[in-house]
């Protein structure tokens, strides 16, 4: 098992990047959540992908921590917030030709914005992960402390923990 200042120094040599990513290759919208966590006995960070209603075996709770959570039913962001305003506007226009086109639309498909991008080649995973970090920063440096607090208590019985 990693030791406490291991642990520290490990959280602390990530980047956001490292964070975030692993979860969001595991999170599917309203399928799946993606969590980002370390293997307590090996050090190692990766995703994994939990279904909704399914729940980590008490084995795994044992031998990792949770460093970052995306739920299945978060919307981390508006096409407004992705999208310029120019490309929003055609993805308007192209929602609006979809729907003339198609008589079963569902104007709230979340394939509709990876299809527009993929056209219009946008790099959809990395916009993401440009609005994720941005958010995170921001928590990020204002509570470094309690991230990494809260990350130590999931290892180690608060009697023992060194502030």
């Not at 098992?1 to 969001?24: D, G, N, V």
């Not at 991230?147 to 290892?155: A, G, K, P, T």
């Amino acid at each position: 098992m990693l030791s406490e200042e291991e642990l520290r120094r490990l959280i602390e040599s990530l980047t956001i990047r490292e964070i975030i990513e692993p979860a969001l290759d595991n999170w599917t919208r309203y399928e799946s959540t993606g969590k980002t966590v370390i293997d307590l006995k090996s050090g190692r960070v990766y995703g994994i992908s939990l279904k909704s209603n399914e729940l980590l075996e008490l084995d795994h709770d044992n031998n990792h921590i949770e460093l970052y959570k995306i739920e299945s039913h978060e919307d981390l962001f508006d096409e407004e917030d992705l999208l310029s305003e120019d490309e929003y506007n055609r993805f308007q226009e192209f929602k609006d030709r979809k729907e003339l086109e198609d008589e079963d639309f569902d104007d709230y498909d979340p394939e509709l914005l990876s299809e527009f991008c993929m056209m219009e080649s946008i790099d959809e995973k990395e916009r993401i992960i440009s609005i994720l970090i941005e958010d995170y920063q921001e928590y990020h440096f204002n509570n470094y402390q309690d991230f990494e607090h809260s990350i130590i208590l999931n290892y180690y019985d608060e009697d023992d923990y060194t502030y």
